[in-house]
């Protein structure tokens, strides 16, 4: 079981740029999540995917983010012109739909600092 | 709507002695709930869950939780802690069994 992956784990990028992060899920997880987490909060969630399909999509992703699990393994997360209040820790976590166990795992995040 | 209040942003306390971390919720059907631990730099890790059943829950390193359904509260707890216990925790509660939302977190800081 090698866990759950994210790539990269740091970005830096100057605002107005596009960055695209990608994440690996634990293989027999057929769930992928992402969460946005700013410094001294929780993970707020952002999307979920079940397979290839994108389930729920909340009200923080604004149009300039864009999510995709396209063959139901690994997932990309793209931020379009990005703005400094998108600096923050990018979160992935998978499990499986059913039959639980019901807690979702995580990957180490990304760091995005946009300047 | 499902949300998780965490009570206390920050604990201090001395090695080997207790402590209890506060949470509750609000929802008004069933649910699941969650403590993630959270070191510097990384992800989270679970330490426990409530699904049903006992509602005296035993986690890793010695964690426990107990899920009070009068009190919508699942309080985390340690008789003795150490200094590797300091990080980051975080309750987690989900509805509907499709996603999950966190509370603010908990900063513990275990004094030598």
């Known amino acids: 079981d090698t866990g759950v992956s994210q790539d990269p784990r740091h970005k830096i990028t100057k605002r107005g740029q596009n960055v695209t992060f990608r994440c690996d899920p634990i293989?027999?997880?057929?769930?992928l999540y992402w969460y946005r987490q700013t410094l001294g909060q929780g993970p707020e969630f952002l999307t979920y995917f079940q397979n290839e399909a994108q389930l729920e999509k909340s009200r923080l992703l604004s149009d300039r983010f864009s999510a995709e699990r396209p063959k139901g393994s690994f997932s990309t997360l793209e931020i379009q012109r990005t703005e400094q209040g998108d600096s923050a820790m990018y979160l992935c976590?998978?499990?499986?739909?059913?039959?639980?166990?019901?807690?979702?795992?995580f990957g180490p995040g990304t760091r995005l600092t946009v300047t | 709507a499902q949300s998780v209040t965490q009570l206390d942003s920050q604990v201090p306390v001395f090695e080997e002695a207790p402590v209890e971390l506060r949470c509750n919720y609000s929802?008004?059907?069933?649910?699941?709930l969650f403590w993630y631990v959270q070191y510097p730099n990384q992800g989270l890790q679970l330490l426990l869950k409530?699904?049903?059943?006992?509602?005296l829950v035993k986690g890793i390193n010695g964690f426990e939780a107990e899920f009070n359904k009068s009190q919508t509260s699942f309080h985390l707890r340690k008789p003795s802690v150490h200094i590797s216990d300091t990080a980051e925790y975080f309750c987690a509660v989900s509805e509907n069994n499709n996603d999950m939302r966190f509370g603010a977190g908990t900063r513990l800081t275990v004094k030598p």
């Open positions: 293989s027999e997880h057929n769930r």
């Open positions: 929802s008004s059907v069933s649910v699941y």
């Open positions: 976590a998978s499990r499986r739909s059913s039959g639980g166990p019901y807690e979702q795992y």
């Open positions: 409530y699904l049903s059943g006992s509602t």
